[in-house]
């Protein structure tokens, strides 16, 4: 998938696939209602995707979130039935886009599915950044809980994604919403972890709206339809109505995380479902 907003080329980026629970991935949503839409398999988990996002506007060329990366646990990769290898540089490396050409990785939050592709091990174990060159960006907030060490987050936030980005010295922390490029806008949500973000680009009348987990794709377009994941579910779901909202007024592209088959849709409010999708772009 392609999509041009302005001076901004976004293209979809292979993070990884992986299956996740499908009670976790819906939340209260009944087992009955959720697999109307999807079929899980034998230990109830359902196909998901990691979409990362390359934009280039010729000056900067940004990664919005990384996917899980190739240090994962055995434990882990069963559970989640997790790719081998790097599926992230193997994508990048088909757009022509070596890891040294990034210059910002934009993480709307820190869980490991979004943030564990930022850094590898070498050949010798040890730990470096996958993009040496980079700028990782991420809400002051969002660091400092998954920094905290928290026993109740045990397990949210593998301290091996975050340690290097500091360690580096090529961490830099927000304080709020922000025009961080030219026509590229990092705003804070809360609902699924207290410093989520969401990234939207924006060129006159064009948009395009990565909303990240408060809505990681188009089964989770009804106000109610939520992840368990979620440590904030009522202010996932007033943020998430809000940012669909918009979208569907400016005609925006909304450019889902997780979703299996589309990378990215245009919606439009619908009296009866709130919102649905009227055009959409499939995964390649």
Not at 246 to 264: E, F, M, N, S
Request: aromatic residues 8%; negative net charge; proline residues 7%.
């Amino acid at each position: 998938m392609t999509l041009q907003i302005g001076p901004w080329q976004l293209d979809s980026v292979h993070g990884g696939s992986f299956r996740s629970d499908g009670g976790a991935m819906f939340g209260v949503v009944p087992r009955v209602l959720w697999t109307r839409h999807v079929e899980p398999d034998e230990k109830n988990r359902i196909p998901s995707r990691c979409h990362c996002l390359l934009a280039r506007d010729g000056k900067h060329t940004v990664l919005v979130d990384t996917g899980y990366g190739p240090k994962c646990s055995p434990r882990l990769k069963e559970l989640f039935a997790l790719e081998e290898g790097n599926p992230l540089l193997e994508s990048l490396k088909r757009l022509g886009v070596p890891p040294e050409e990034i210059t910002h990785v934009v993480l709307t939050h820190l869980h490991f599915d979004h943030a564990g592709g930022g850094t590898l091990r070498d050949e010798g174990g040890e730990l470096r950044l996958a993009f040496p060159r980079a700028r990782y960006v991420v809400q002051r907030l969002e660091w400092e809980v998954a920094t905290s060490r928290a026993p109740e987050l045990a397990g949210a936030y593998p301290q091996e994604n975050l340690q290097p980005l500091e360690e580096q010295g090529v961490l830099e922390l927000l304080d709020g919403p922000a025009e961080y490029l030219p026509g590229l806008w990092l705003l804070p949500t809360g609902g699924h972890t207290q410093g989520h973000q969401v990234v939207l680009f924006r060129s006159g009348e064009q948009g395009a709206l990565y909303p990240a987990d408060i809505c990681p794709s188009s089964l989770h377009l009804a106000t109610m339809w939520c992840m368990a994941f979620d440590t904030e579910v009522v202010q996932t779901r007033r943020v998430k109505r809000h940012w669909l909202r918009q979208a569907a007024q400016h005609r925006w592209w909304v450019i889902w995380d997780h979703d299996p088959q589309q990378a990215a849709a245009r919606v439009v409010a619908d009296s009866k479902r709130e919102f649905v999708v009227s055009e959409s772009r499939e995964v390649v």
